[in-house]
């Protein structure tokens, strides 16, 4: 049997978590001194009151090999086989060292590691599609032969309330979070070969944004795979997620719209009101 994991920037919920059997390996999410494991003993909410506390970006990191290692032979010694999934190697150690923890094990032909090149529900989408086939039996080259077919298809982008968290990490400069927060600027930011980049920026309120981005989309929505969408979002007003959600739902596509937080460690680095729709494109 083959068993599906993946680190904890997949940000599923924990309802699809235990529905399709996935394992999660937390990152960490430095708080000062303080050690934290993504999804597990800290919530975005006691990140964003620390952040501001402390006029600092939380600081991040991957699991360590230990923390794999302890994982994986959970499962071996089950006689379970591993397909493994993470953020993007771009992004984090986290795929080196779940490499690695196979190397040290002397289980490379039993554990496969996926470089989603992406994140959050981005790579969600191929954790629950690799559960599927291993539901119905697949082995690990079946799955992975899928999966590396769908890699290129996940489309993953999202908009940001506030620039004050990308400023925070280094990730735009201090003119360009205090040009944002004058001019009431919310870039979109996607997901495209394993790295984020901001290709369009929107001004107005948030509530007005985010349908609009949404919008944006809609003829990549439609010709999208059927199977589900994911809305996931690092703390946005109900009503803003009610919108998007009722729009996906007039387009009368999908099978299912799926609603998820965004984990610890994507919320360290975007902040609160950021709301993204990922879904696979389907004319792959």
């Known amino acids: 049997m083959v068993r599906v994991i993946s680190d904890s920037t997949c940000d599923l919920s924990p309802e699809l978590i235990e529905q399709y059997d996935i394992d999660i390996i937390p990152l960490h999410v430095y708080l000062g001194d303080g050690d934290y494991l993504d999804g597990v003993n800290v919530t975005p909410e006691e990140i964003y009151r620390w952040s501001d506390e402390n006029d600092a970006t939380p600081k991040t990191s991957a699991p360590s090999l230990e923390d794999i290692m302890e994982c994986y032979r959970r499962h071996l010694d089950n006689g379970d086989d591993l397909m493994v999934f993470t953020i993007s190697s771009q992004m984090s150690s986290s795929n080196n060292n779940c490499m690695l923890a196979a190397q040290e094990l002397e289980a490379e032909d039993r554990v496969t590691v996926i470089d989603s090149a992406n994140l959050s529900t981005g790579v969600g989408h191929l954790v629950i599609e ?43 400069s201090g003119l360009a979070a205090l040009a944002g927060s ?23 309120s948030l509530d007005k944004v985010i349908l609009n981005y949404a919008r944006d989309m809609e003829e990549a929505l439609k010709t999208a ?20 959600r009722a729009y996906l739902t007039g387009l009368g596509h999908f099978d299912e719209i799926l609603e998820t937080r965004a984990g610890g460690v994507i919320s360290s680095h975007c902040g609160p009101g950021t709301l993204g729709v990922l879904f696979i494109d389907g004319n792959g």
């Open 130 to 172: 690799a559960a599927i086939l291993a539901a119905q039996g697949q082995g690990l080259r079946e799955i992975e032969e899928q999966i590396l077919r769908y890699r290129p298809l996940v489309r993953a982008s999202f908009v940001v309330d506030t620039l004050t968290f990308l400023y925070r990490g280094g990730r735009c």
């Open 182 to 204: 004058a001019l009431k600027l919310h870039p979109r930011i996607v997901v495209e070969n394993g790295a984020m980049h901001s290709d369009k920026k929107y001004r107005g």
């Open 225 to 244: 795979k059927t199977d589900r969408v994911f809305i996931t979002h690092s703390g946005c007003q109900p009503a803003v997620v009610e919108a998007v």
